[in-house]
Nanobody
């Protein structure tokens, strides 16, 4: 079964850190770029970071550059998002997705560009909630 499962979210204080994990199953992760996205209440989903299939290229949204680091471990079938110096505006539900899209049980996942612009919406996982408190 093809799956992407996000985990690692939680409640953290302003300036704190969290590491999110995207666990993949049912496909060869090494063939896909992986992106992290987030959606805050009342806002559209936005791209946060992307790592190429080889792991050699990364992209970060300006809002997280210098604070977040995306990495991957294809042997463990995992992609991580290390988030440091968290701000209140980082509060959101975080999702991971593959590039190119994949067919899940409930439909195709979203298509997104190398700069994490969502080109076509699609099926998303449950995500993991990150709440930054002051």
């Amino acid at each position: 079964q093809v799956q992407l499962v996000e985990s690692g979210g939680g409640l953290v204080q302003l300036g704190g850190a969290l590491r999110l994990s995207c666990t993949t199953n049912g496909f060869n992760t090494s063939y896909y770029a992986i992106g992290w996205f987030r959606q805050a209440p009342g806002k559209e989903r936005e791209g946060v970071a992307r790592i190429s299939a080889s792991g050699s290229d990364t992209y970060y949204a300006d809002s997280v550059k210098g604070r977040f680091t995306i990495s991957r471990d294809d042997l463990k079938r995992m992609v991580y998002l290390q988030m440091n110096t968290l701000k209140a505006e980082d509060t959101a539900v975080y999702f991971c997705a593959t590039d190119p899209p994949m067919l899940l049980d409930d439909g195709w996942t979203a298509r997104f560009a190398p700069d994490c612009r969502i080109l076509r919406d699609g099926s998303w996982g449950q995500g993991t909630q990150v709440t930054v408190s002051s």
